[in-house]
């Protein structure tokens, strides 16, 4: 067994034989003009037909990953390339033909408020489409039927539980069978059972569909049974990668602090700040 | 110091791409060819939200303010004599300002609060995002629909904001206070003119319907997505809807009439 | 069903709007004469138009029958010249007709007054383009005052 690779450098390393469906090349990212720094110099590969796990503290950034995956947003320095074209090279309306072949499932669901479960679930199937109302009717009925909703097909977004909104999310992020499907925290705020059934629907999907699926997540334990590849996000760049026996026997410390969830390690427990004497003697001398 | 200055020029570069994001928020909605088959029925639904349902206000309001004009203006002229000139003052205040100014106003209340939230709303919960990924453009599906409904809306509503304001005027001065019944419609059909007051009228309302509704859809769509922002772009939408009625009603008044 | 509904909503509010429309059209405006419909133009000169503006009304016996059009400065000695534009309804004015700038009430608007001619065999109807040449101009306060002054101090 091979200790995981520290990223000390910056090429995307080649961990097995399978094709990468999703290459990121060295990224430079910032919000608003300079003003917060997210990514520096960040790469991986996403494997094809695999479940990739991407964790990491939270605030560091995770959804902003998959947003300039889905080329929402537009890194300032390095390329992304999804099935081998550069996303952020594309026009618009090439950009709108390739996002059909990925979807992505939002934290809060994302369903639109205004349409039944059933519509929603219609929603990209009839935008995308000519397809008469029956072969429509037939889609909806099996996809609900895959996350087990499909009694539910009547009720209103908000008469939903979280985890079925998330369920019925997943239904419609599937319904037009895309290649690539991005989870921005499927586990956040779901019960026991909830979480145990989203897991068990992911591993499933991925199965069944030959979907490659990215799981943006900090729920450890969770993503560790079902994941076949962990990258781990901190400080602007990848800290540590490999499959999830590779990163268990790891002895990088912040690795190490991450999966067994340490308060105190190298990422600190305190946020930056002058040493805690300072600043109360400062007060002191104010007063 | 420099420090300062750095966030100056962040400042004013975020400003800069925030006015050209407007614009190019509106273009990208409404340049394209729109599928009929899709935009109909959508176009449909967000008239009936913004327009009929703006419409009881725009009645409610308008009758009282032509009510009031016809009240005020009858005890002014009466001093002079003038009486006879009650349906000219009452029909050339509606047609020419407040039909337009006044709907405008209150559509930014009524409609264009509820379009900015709505759109801040869907913006938050990632329903826009949630559309971008689907690739379907939210511009296209969310924002034209609205733009359009707004902007052939507000002529309709100030119409009707200006006959309702007028038969009002008439209730009071002639029904009540007295004012001849033929002199009232005679004498204002003598002053009012299709082209110089009617059709200015329409003028500006379409104009105020362009801004108003712009405003309003990019204050909900630029909004942080939070309950805070959220509340902050309402207000924003309507204090600056409103100022910028108010502005460009002087300017187009001035090229008009002036 | 629920986007026939809406549709027939909609359906209802553009037609109040039309019919809103066509009340302001009909009732409170004054389509029937001039500015729509086939109009033609003559002119007039005056000495002194007064208070006369672009778009005041052209009246024969008080009825509207047209409204100026233009005022402009005409000729090496600048007298104001008048485009009046009739409705074509009234077309047969004799080339004997005169024009007077008159003032409705003590407080009123000017307006231009046409007096049609008499009509025999030797006079002509004015065409489109054509100026009269029988005027009267406006009555400036100032001048009536110096005028009647003028005339106390010849007694």
């Known amino acids: 067994m091979q200790t995981a690779q520290k990223s000390t450098s910056n090429q995307p390393q080649t961990h097995s034989n399978d094709e990468a469906l999703v290459v990121i090349d060295n990224i430079d990212f910032a919000h608003g003009f300079g003003a917060h720094q997210v990514y520096r110099g960040l790469s991986m590969r996403i494997p094809k037909g695999k479940i990739t796990a991407v964790m990491g503290p939270s605030g560091i950034g995770k959804t902003t990953l998959l947003r300039l995956i889905g080329a929402q947003l537009r890194p300032?320095?390095?390329?992304?390339?999804?099935?081998?074209?550069?996303?952020?090279?594309?026009?618009?309306?090439?950009?709108?033909?390739?996002?059909?072949?990925?979807?992505?499932?939002?934290?809060?669901?994302?369903?639109f408020t205004d349409?039944?479960?059933?519509?929603?679930?219609?929603?990209?199937?009839?935008?995308?489409?000519?397809?008469?109302?029956?072969?429509?009717?037939?889609?909806?009925?099996?996809?609900?039927?895959?996350?087990?909703?499909?009694?539910?097909?009547?009720?209103?977004?908000?008469?939903?539980?979280?985890?079925?909104?998330?369920?019925?999310?997943?239904?419609?992020?599937?319904?037009?069978?895309?290649?690539?499907?991005?989870?921005?925290?499927?586990?956040?705020?779901?019960?026991?059972?909830?979480m145990g059934v989203i897991v068990k629907l992911i591993k499933e999907l991925n199965q069944s569909l030959g979907l490659?699926?990215?799981?943006?997540?900090?729920?450890?334990?969770?993503?560790?049974?079902?994941?076949?590849?962990?990258?781990?996000?901190?400080?602007?760049?990848?800290?540590?990668?490999?499959?999830?026996?590779?990163?268990?026997?790891?002895?990088?410390?912040?690795?190490?602090?991450?999966?067994?969830?340490?308060?105190?390690?190298?990422?600190?427990?305190?946020?930056?700040?002058?040493?805690?004497?300072?600043?109360?003697?400062g007060v002191d001398n104010a007063r | 110091m420099l420090d300062r200055v750095a966030a100056l020029g962040r400042t004013t570069l975020n400003t800069i791409a925030g006015a050209g994001a407007a614009f190019f928020m509106l273009m990208r909605a409404l340049v394209g060819k729109p599928t009929l088959r899709k935009s109909w029925p959508l176009l449909m639904q967000q008239m009936y939200s913004v327009g009929v349902l703006s419409l009881v206000i725009i009645v409610v309001s308008g009758l009282f303010i032509g009510m009031v004009l016809g009240l005020q203006g009858y005890t002014i002229l009466v001093d002079f004599g003038a009486e006879q000139s009650l349906g000219p003052?009452?029909?050339?205040?509606?047609?020419?300002?407040?039909?337009?100014?006044?709907?405008?106003?209150?559509?930014?209340?009524?409609?264009?609060?509820?379009?900015?939230?709505?759109?801040?709303?869907?913006?938050?919960?990632?329903?826009?995002?949630?559309?971008?990924?689907?690739?379907?453009?939210?511009?296209?599906?969310?924002i034209s629909p609205r733009f359009w409904a707004g902007f052939y809306s507000m002529p309709i509503l100030a119409l009707v904001f200006s006959a309702v304001g007028i038969y009002g005027g008439y209730l009071v001065g002639v029904r009540w206070l007295g004012v001849d019944d033929g002199a009232f419609w005679s004498v204002m059909q003598s002053n009012v003119e299709w082209g110089q007051d009617i059709v200015n009228g329409i003028i500006k309302s379409l104009v105020f319907a362009f801004v108003v509704t712009w405003i309003a859809l990019y204050k909900g769509y630029s909004c942080t997505p939070t309950s805070v922002g959220i509340s902050r772009a309402t207000t924003s939408t309507v204090v600056t809807a409103s100022l910028a009625v108010l502005g460009l009603d002087f300017v187009l008044t001035a090229l008009m009439f002036g | 069903m629920e986007s026939r509904n809406t549709q027939l909503a909609v359906g209802f509010f553009v037609i109040i709007g039309v019919l809103a429309l066509l009340f302001l059209g009909l009732q409170a405006a004054n389509t029937s004469v001039v500015t729509n419909g086939e109009t033609y133009k003559l002119y007039a000169k005056f000495d002194n138009i007064g208070g006369l503006k672009e778009r005041s009304p052209v009246k024969v016996g008080g009825v509207v029958v047209g409204r100026v059009s233009k005022i402009s400065l005409s000729g090496d000695y600048y007298e104001p010249l008048v485009e009046m534009t009739i409705s074509q309804e009234y077309s047969e004015f004799s080339d004997t007709t005169s024009v007077s700038i008159l003032t409705s009430g003590i407080l009123?608007?000017?307006?231009?007054?046409?007096?049609?001619?008499?009509?025999?065999?030797?006079?002509?109807?004015?065409?489109?383009?054509?100026?009269?040449?029988?005027?009267?101009?406006?009555?400036?306060?100032?001048?009536?005052?110096?005028?009647?002054?003028?005339?106390?101090?010849?007694?």
């Open chain 1, 76 to 111: 300032q320095q390095g390329t992304i390339t999804f099935a081998g074209e550069n996303i952020h090279a594309l026009g618009r309306s090439d950009l709108y033909e390739l996002r059909k072949r990925m979807s992505m499932l939002f934290q809060s669901g994302a369903l």
């Open chain 1, 115 to 194: 349409m039944t479960v059933y519509d929603n679930v219609a929603f990209p199937i009839r935008e995308h489409s000519q397809l008469p109302e029956e072969i429509i009717e037939t889609i909806v009925k099996l996809k609900l039927e895959a996350v087990g909703l499909r009694g539910a097909r009547h009720l209103m977004p908000a008469e939903l539980s979280g985890g079925m909104a998330r369920r019925a999310a997943l239904a419609r992020a599937i319904a037009l069978d895309p290649e690539l499907i991005m989870y921005d925290e499927p586990f956040a705020g779901q019960d026991p059972i909830s």
């Open chain 1, 212 to 281: 490659t699926s990215i799981v943006v997540t900090h729920d450890v334990a969770e993503v560790m049974t079902i994941a076949d590849y962990v990258y781990i996000i901190a400080d602007k760049k990848v800290v540590g990668h490999g499959t999830p026996s590779e990163l268990e026997a790891s002895d990088d410390p912040l690795v190490h602090q991450f999966l067994h969830g340490e308060a105190d390690g190298p990422v600190p427990f305190h946020y930056a700040a002058p040493s805690l004497e300072d600043e109360l003697l």
């Open chain 2, 89 to 142: 003052m009452v029909a050339l205040s509606l047609l020419r300002e407040l039909g337009p100014v006044v709907t405008a106003l209150l559509f930014a209340g009524r409609a264009g609060s509820a379009l900015t939230a709505e759109i801040g709303l869907m913006k938050a919960t990632e329903q826009l995002s949630s559309l971008e990924m689907m690739g379907v453009d939210p511009l296209r599906r969310v």
């Open chain 3, 108 to 155: 009123g608007e000017q307006y231009i007054g046409l007096n049609p001619g008499f009509i025999d065999d030797t006079v002509e109807m004015l065409k489109d383009g054509d100026q009269i040449y029988d005027t009267k101009s406006a009555l400036v306060l100032e001048d009536l005052i110096g005028q009647f002054l003028f005339s106390q101090g010849k007694d």
